[in-house]
């Protein structure tokens, strides 16, 4: 018998709240509700192990309910829990942007903190048309996502992103000026794919054709995930982020990479870009940075941008833009335990050591009823369900509920079941979401 970790709820205690991205009247019908967390697992408020696959939702990276991160957090709030950092600073919000710096990719070493990844991301766009404006480029203001990419939820990202959902309720207030580069997802081409797929470099080149619509000298910045997370794992094709990056490079276009999901070692670097050996001007992050203790983000920008706003008079603000919570010192706190966390256990470089049985293990589940493709790289593996007819979404949604029932969280979006455990994850438990996953599908009609 397992032990209540917590009250049961009653249907009306469920009510007040909204919850987000969520089927809200599904879920009150039949909630799952997670009560305690440690390790590699969460537990149920009706007591029931489950093992994360997930790392909550791609950011506990060094594994739940760390001690060292409970006793940052409770001594910075003993010490000072909050400080503003508009006109005024307080030290560790400097420690950390320097610790930041340290993993970093190459020259990005200027950093802007926020409390989210949407707010990364809308913080990104500002600076890239900012700077533009600061240089004497002030017409460049049109900024160019990806279909099928996912940045956040503000009114910026939503603009760049491409998930269609995240989208057609809000068309007509959408940014202005903006336009998508053709999604690298190819399925006839690259399906089982173990890593970056070989084919679709070429897909890159399409940026050439945007430029020449709106012209380069009206384009601010071109931004997209490293690999994408939330449309459901998609993989840039070897060679087709260096492209993107010679592209923008000759036509003076800022390049922006989103790492909220893929930063702080996920692929096996401290970030994608290291891995993919492609630096980008700009890269936003979130999620891990905190271990997902403490909301915070963090905007990395070569030193070059932040250099050209340093003009003017001294006491001009150079940029408008800030969050009350940026470098809020108990975010600062938990980030620095996590980045102790990190380089203690060798976390950042953890998942290059685990890709193969990783890969290894997520591709044995080709062949399984209505799997369609396998796709990984670092920690990450996502598998594709045939969808049913007339019904999209629905196949992975039971899979991912009988996953969950037999103790194994993994994330449904669309027909993919992505996986993104936390970077402690041990084989035998790769194993084990890998043998649920497997026998949920072939008990999956
Ligand atoms: C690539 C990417 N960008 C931005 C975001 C938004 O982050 P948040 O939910 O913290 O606003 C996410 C969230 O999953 C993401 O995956």
Same mark, same amino acid.
């Given at each position: 018998?397992?032990?209540?970790?917590?009250?049961?709820?009653?249907?009306?205690?469920?009510?007040?709240?909204?919850?987000?991205?969520?089927?809200?009247?599904?879920?009150?019908?039949?909630?799952?509700?997670?009560?305690?967390?440690?390790?590699?697992?969460?537990?149920?408020?009706?007591?029931?192990?489950?093992?994360?696959?997930?790392?909550?939702?791609?950011?506990?990276?060094?594994?739940?309910?760390?001690?060292?991160?409970?006793?940052?957090?409770?001594?910075?709030?003993?010490?000072?829990?909050?400080?503003?950092?508009?006109?005024?600073?307080?030290?560790?919000?400097?420690?950390?942007?320097?610790?930041?710096?340290?993993?970093?990719?190459?020259?990005?070493?200027?950093?802007?903190?926020?409390?989210?990844?949407?707010?990364?991301?809308?913080?990104?766009?500002?600076?890239?048309?900012?700077?533009?404006?600061?240089?004497?480029?002030?017409?460049?203001?049109?900024?160019?996502?990806?279909?099928?990419?996912?940045?956040?939820?503000?009114?910026?990202?939503?603009?760049?992103?491409?998930?269609?959902?995240?989208?057609?309720?809000?068309?007509?207030?959408? /940014?202005?000026?903006?336009? $998508?580069?053709?999604?690298?997802?190819?399925?006839?081409?690259?399906?089982?794919?173990?890593?970056?797929?070989?084919?679709?470099? $070429?897909?890159?080149?399409?940026? #050439?054709?945007?430029?020449?619509? $709106?012209?380069?000298?009206?384009?601010?910045?071109?931004?997209?995930?490293?690999?994408?997370?939330?449309?459901?794992?998609?993989?840039?094709?070897?060679?087709?982020?260096?492209? /993107?990056?010679?592209? &923008?490079?000759?036509?003076?276009? /800022?390049?922006?990479?989103?790492?909220?999901?893929?930063?702080?070692?996920?692929?096996?670097?401290?970030?994608?870009?290291?891995?993919?050996?492609?630096?980008?001007? /700009?890269?936003?992050?979130?999620?891990?940075?905190?271990?997902?203790?403490?909301?915070?983000?963090?905007?990395?920008?070569?030193?070059?941008?932040?250099?050209?706003?340093?003009?003017?008079?001294?006491?001009?603000?150079?940029?408008? $833009?800030?969050?009350?919570?940026?470098?809020?010192?108990?975010? &600062?706190?938990?980030?620095?335990?996590?980045?102790?966390?990190?380089?203690?256990?060798?976390?950042?470089?953890?998942?290059?050591?685990?890709?193969?049985?990783? #890969?290894?293990?997520?591709?044995?589940?080709?062949?399984?009823?209505?799997?369609?493709?396998?796709?990984?790289?670092?920690?990450?593996?996502?598998?594709?369900?045939?969808?049913?007819?007339?019904?999209?979404?629905?196949?992975?949604?039971?899979?991912?509920?009988? &996953?969950?029932?037999?103790?194994?969280?993994?994330?449904?979006?669309?027909?993919?079941?992505?996986?993104?455990?936390?970077?402690?994850? #041990?084989?035998?438990?790769?194993?084990?979401?890998?043998?649920?996953?497997?026998?949920?599908?072939?008990?999956?009609?």
């Amino acid at each position: 018998m397992n032990a209540q970790l917590s009250p049961a709820l009653s249907n009306d205690e469920l009510d007040a709240f909204w919850m987000p991205f969520t089927a809200n009247r599904q879920f009150k019908a039949k909630p799952r509700l997670l009560a305690r967390a440690q390790g590699m697992h969460y537990w149920t408020d009706d007591g029931r192990e489950v093992l994360d696959g997930v790392a909550g939702l791609w950011c506990v990276n060094a594994g739940h309910a760390r001690r060292e991160i409970t006793e940052a957090v409770t001594k910075q709030l003993g010490t000072m829990e909050f400080a503003p950092t508009f006109q005024m600073g307080h030290p560790i919000a400097f420690e950390l942007a320097n610790r930041l710096t340290q993993i970093a990719p190459p020259g990005m070493d200027r950093v802007f903190f926020t409390n989210s990844g949407s707010e990364s991301v809308d913080t990104a766009l500002k600076i890239a048309i900012a700077y533009h404006r600061a240089r004497g480029a002030g017409q460049r203001t049109r900024l160019i996502g990806r279909e099928k990419g996912y940045h956040g939820v503000g009114f910026g990202g939503m603009s760049v992103g491409g998930m269609v959902n995240n989208r057609k309720t809000f068309g007509a207030s959408m /940014l202005p000026g903006v336009d $998508h580069l053709q999604h690298t997802l190819d399925i006839e081409h690259n399906a089982f794919t173990r890593g970056l797929p070989q084919w679709g470099a $070429h897909l890159a080149n399409e940026l #050439e054709r945007l430029i020449a619509l $709106h012209d380069a000298s009206t384009i601010a910045a071109v931004i997209v995930e490293p690999i994408s997370g939330s449309a459901g794992v998609i993989l840039p094709p070897a060679g087709y982020l260096k492209r /993107l990056r010679e592209i &923008c490079d000759r036509h003076e276009i /800022l390049l922006i990479f989103d790492e909220v999901i893929t930063g702080f070692g996920r692929v096996g670097k401290a970030f994608a870009s290291q891995a993919f050996d492609v630096t980008p001007d /700009l890269m936003t992050t979130a999620k891990g940075l905190t271990n997902g203790s403490i909301p915070m983000g963090a905007v990395f920008a070569q030193r070059k941008i932040y250099d050209a706003f340093m003009q003017g008079p001294e006491n001009s603000i150079e940029l408008f $833009h800030g969050y009350t919570y940026s470098a809020h010192p108990v975010a &600062c706190a938990a980030a620095l335990a996590t980045l102790d966390i990190y380089a203690k256990e060798g976390l950042l470089t953890r998942a290059a050591a685990l890709a193969g049985e990783w #890969e290894a293990a997520v591709h044995s589940l080709r062949g399984l009823p209505h799997v369609i493709d396998v796709r990984n790289y670092g920690l990450i593996g996502a598998v594709e369900l045939e969808p049913r007819a007339g019904k999209p979404g629905a196949r992975a949604f039971d899979v991912f509920l009988k &996953c969950f029932e037999r103790g194994v969280m993994v994330r449904q979006t669309g027909d993919v079941i992505a996986m993104s455990p936390p970077l402690i994850i #041990e084989p035998k438990q790769i194993a084990r979401i890998v043998e649920t996953l497997g026998s949920v599908i072939r008990d999956t009609a």
